[in-house]
């Protein structure tokens, strides 16, 4: 009988300690980590804004964790590089959904490589939040799980420069345009938009052309458009062709009385002290995001800012990075407003509620399009060399009633 007893004993005993064990494991398993996964272009052409946009996702990270996690858990990013490859960040995205089994994904940067990257995360039910990539080749195609985390698509990017060249004085009007692009999915559209905006308002076209990535000699283009007499150019530039076509200007003796680019202007520090801090005067651009705004309509835009700037030594967030920023946000508010990862109920909040941002309220139509419009942006100069980005339209976030024009000539 006490033999009998003490085996008695000891089987409850393991039991208990078995069961005490899969709790421990229970708890251990709903405290890990949410993994997100991203690929970015570390490497390659697009290694500028693909660097800014890792950091706003970093600085997103460093916030919420700060703050005890997504749903109680704390994020971890697992990061890979596509090193500006599409074939690598198709590779990428399969490996992170199905090898390191992460729970959410965030987007890459430009239309180019978020078009296949796009269709990994639609084939496997998974949203995709994008900081970048605006091309209608983009939201086209039907996809349910696809979101643009920006004011606009690329058709659309120009529209308040548009609108300002259009509400000049007869007098003060350009009469003629130039329109050099690179052959990119975001860049193009953007052109499209701004030159048949401005052609239906009677702006003479006098100069378009294509270029190849790639492209590393501008003069024969600066010197085409110097021929061509135009007084306002519009270039599709990623970054690298934007300052090119910069110093290329200079270098034959034109300077335009406007000049709009797209994305390159919005690289910050790095734009400018490629071309020139002085040079960068009048240049306009569209942009997503200003470093001013503040209050409930830009919830954490300011916290953002001073992270930002404490881990990153004073500097300026770029534009990508706040997009960054956003994207992640984006997929913050779905996942706890659904109150659990569920990839079907996200998307599904997604294309029902709009979500305040850094860059102000989003929603989206059905195909993961927004329906909002991007800030006008122009670096203005004081003094010689004390120059700075402002936003000149909406006048809810204009950060001066200035506007540079015409663009003063290359020093």
């Not at 460093?62 to 590779?91: E, Y």
């Not at 209608?136 to 979101?147: A, D, E, I, S, T």
């Not at 709009?260 to 790095?270: C, G, I, Y």
């Amino acid at each position: 009988m006490p033999k009998f007893g003490v085996t008695v004993i000891a089987a409850a005993a393991i039991v208990v300690a078995v069961f005490a064990a899969a709790a421990v494991s229970a708890g251990t398993a709903a405290k890990a980590p949410i993994k997100i996964g991203v690929s970015l272009p570390l490497t390659g052409d697009f290694s500028e804004p693909g660097s800014a946009a890792l950091r706003g996702y970093q600085i997103w990270q460093q916030m919420v964790n700060a703050k005890g996690g997504l749903l109680g858990r704390k994020v971890q990013l697992i990061v890979k590089d596509d090193r500006s490859d599409q074939n690598t960040i198709v590779s990428d995205y399969n490996s992170l959904i199905n090898e390191s089994k992460v729970d959410l994904l965030l987007g890459t940067f430009s239309s180019l490589l978020n078009l296949p990257a796009s269709a990994v995360a639609e084939k496997f039910h998974m949203v995709y939040v994008e900081p970048a990539g605006g091309s209608p080749k983009m939201f086209n195609r039907g996809f349910q799980y696809l979101f643009f985390a920006q004011q606009a698509t690329a058709p659309h990017q120009a529209d308040l420069f548009a609108k300002w060249v259009k509400g000049l004085p007869p007098g003060q009007r350009p009469t003629t345009a130039a329109y050099p692009t690179q052959d990119d999915p975001f860049a193009a559209p953007v052109i499209a938009g701004l030159k048949s905006q401005l052609e239906s308002a009677g702006i003479k076209t006098v100069y378009t052309t294509t270029y190849p990535p790639g492209t590393t000699d501008y003069d024969t283009i600066a010197s085409s458009i110097k021929s061509s007499g135009a007084d306002l150019v519009a270039q599709g530039a990623v970054f690298d062709d934007g300052v090119g076509l910069i110093r290329s200007m200079k270098k034959v003796g034109y300077s335009p009385k406007a000049l709009f680019q797209t994305s390159a202007p919005s690289e910050a520090k790095t734009f400018s002290d490629a071309v020139g801090i002085a040079n960068t005067n009048g240049i306009f651009y569209a942009v997503s995001w200003s470093p001013s705004a503040k209050g409930s309509k830009y919830p954490l835009n300011q916290e953002f800012l001073a992270a930002y700037k404490k881990k990153f030594k004073g500097s300026i967030p770029a534009e990508d990075a706040a997009d960054g920023f956003t994207a992640a946000q984006v997929l913050q508010t779905a996942v706890t407003k659904v109150g659990k990862i569920d990839q079907d109920k996200i998307k599904d909040y997604l294309h029902s509620k709009p979500v305040r941002t850094i860059l102000g309220p989003l929603s989206w139509d059905a195909n993961g399009a927004p329906r909002q419009a991007f800030f006008l942006a122009q670096w203005q100069c004081s003094g010689g060399t004390k120059c700075a980005s402002q936003i000149v339209a909406p006048k809810i976030v204009a950060t001066t009633k200035q506007i540079v024009y015409p663009k003063p000539t290359w020093k």
